[in-house]
């Protein structure tokens, strides 16, 4: 009998036991739940405002790395649209080439696949617009009409169809595009005439290794100017020049190396192999954070006394080479 009540009180024991950890559980899962949730809205807002100061999406955070089960995070079904909602209106506006309506939903600068200088303002893109949008997209575009395919993707905002086109908003309150997926031949013409005035700028050695500019930086102290192009294999090649230069001066400083990638978020890192120098890419950041910072890996790189680390803002090639370039004399 004694057994009995002594089992029976064990056995209440140990329930009582399992029902407050179960309570436990439920409740840390809530503030889990919670807590993510607010890191996932605060880093929505915070990649809106980043969008305005680095936006090439399309070559950063949707296709390069892409959207895979490792790097994916949680997204919404996709939604065929009634024709009727603000995002199906901007639609239909890019389809009939209402240029100057379109532009009012852009967020500025909307990037283009570089060496392409990205569309500044309103007026830039009304006067871009056919080479943007061409008639083959708009083509494409309208056959999605009128139940065009919207796709919420957490805060990367609302992605149409495969992904040509991405807004920063919701489907239900609309938005203004951030990026696009594609590149018309007019596009595809222009950045190869821009790659090949670049290349004339390079001395041979580097012109002859490959010229594919993905970016060109300034450190903020206008000291360094940087280029990083892909040289092939998956791998790349930083140049560091001490400003100003010329066109044709070999670099003070050249390592080649990988991109080593942050997550989904566009953030990564140009490594060098002999693992002297980095250079990271900020895409997501708070506003003040530089669009890259330049790291001295090791005590090799003292010419340029970069200590911890120095940081740059982007820049394009001819603007760089511009204040290097001697002054034409007037008269």
């Known amino acids: 009998m004694e057994n009995n009540v002594a089992e029976k009180a064990a056995t209440d024991e140990v329930m009582t036991m399992k029902k407050t950890i179960l309570v436990f559980a439920a409740a840390m899962a809530a503030i889990a739940f919670c807590v993510f949730a607010k890191v996932n809205r605060d880093r929505k807002g915070e990649m809106r405002t980043e969008r305005a100061k680095f936006s090439d999406v399309a070559e950063l955070t949707v296709t390069d ?3 895979s089960e490792e790097n994916a995070e949680t997204v919404g079904e ?3 649209s009634t024709g009727e909602g603000p995002l199906d209106r901007l639609l239909r506006a890019i389809v009939d080439g209402d240029a100057k309506t379109v532009a009012k939903s852009v967020l500025y600068p909307l990037e283009r696949k570089f060496p392409i200088p990205p569309v500044r303002n309103e007026e830039e893109f ?3 617009f056919d080479d943007i949008f061409d008639r083959p997209f708009r083509r494409m575009l309208g056959e999605l009409l009128p139940e065009a395919p919207w796709e919420e993707m957490g805060w990367r905002g609302v992605m149409l169809g495969e992904g040509p086109l991405w807004i920063d908003g919701t489907i239900s309150d609309g938005g203004n595009i951030y990026a696009l997926n594609y590149q018309s031949e007019a ?15 390079l001395p041979p050695n580097l012109a002859n290794e490959g010229c594919d500019p993905k970016l060109c930086f300034e450190t903020e102290d206008g000291k360094i100017a940087g280029r990083v192009d892909d040289i092939g294999n998956d791998h790349f090649r930083v140049a560091l020049f001490a400003m100003p230069f010329h066109p044709g001066d070999q670099p003070a400083a050249t390592f080649r190396g ?3 990638w942050e997550g989904s978020g566009g953030n990564h890192t140009y490594l060098d192999d002999e693992g002297l120098w980095a250079l990271e890419v900020n895409v997501i950041g708070a506003l003040d954070t530089p669009d890259f910072h330049l790291l001295e890996r090791d005590s090799w790189a003292d010419a340029f006394d970069l200590g911890a680390a120095r ?3 982007k820049s394009l090639w001819p603007e760089i080479v511009a204040k290097g370039a001697p002054q034409k004399s007037k008269g």
Do not use: G
């Open 126 to 128: 009304v006067a871009r």
């Open 187 to 201: 596009e595809q013409e222009l950045r190869k005439r821009l790659v090949e005035e670049e290349r004339r700028t």
């Open 78 to 80: 996709v939604t065929k």
């Open 311 to 313: 940081p740059a803002r």
């Open 65 to 67: 790395p892409p959207i």
């Open 258 to 260: 990988r991109a080593v």
